[in-house]
């Protein structure tokens, strides 16, 4: 399994920035697909999500700023970040939680992580 994620980069505080994020590999079932961020001196954390079923979750801090969309034909996942703040800045991953094989158990990958700077 492999993710490639696309996008990020440094825009001034206000802006926007989009982040994509490609699944391929041999996949049984894809579930749930979303971003985590790791900010500098802070833990990880999960900042959106959206299940196979289409159920969406954001964390506070970015609702209402933050889109999650996925296309299940293309195994992919996008992160659409408007309104951009300085307290955003962080490295995003994505992260797929899904089943390889018929006897292999559900399980979260990641990817290789894109730097988010949000200058003030």
């Known amino acids: 399994v492999q993710l490639q994620a696309s996008g990020g980069g440094t825009v001034q505080a206000g802006g926007s920035l989009s982040l994509s994020c490609k699944v391929s590999?041999?996949?049984?079932?894809?579930?749930?697909m979303g971003w985590d961020r790791r900010a500098p001196g802070k833990q990880l954390e999960s900042v959106a999500a959206?299940?196979?079923?289409?159920?969406?979750s954001y964390i506070d801090s970015v609702k209402g700023r933050f889109t999650i969309t996925r296309d299940n034909a293309k195994n992919t996942v996008h992160l659409q970040m408007t309104e951009l703040k300085p307290e955003d800045t962080a490295i995003y991953y994505c992260?797929?939680?899904?089943?390889?094989?018929?006897?292999?158990?559900?399980?979260?990958?990641w990817g290789q992580g894109t730097q988010v700077t949000v200058s003030s």
């Open positions: 959206v299940t196979g079923g289409g159920f969406i």
């Open positions: 590999g041999t996949i049984y079932a894809l579930n749930a």
């Open positions: 992260r797929v939680d899904l089943v390889a094989a018929p006897y292999m158990k559900t399980r979260d990958y």
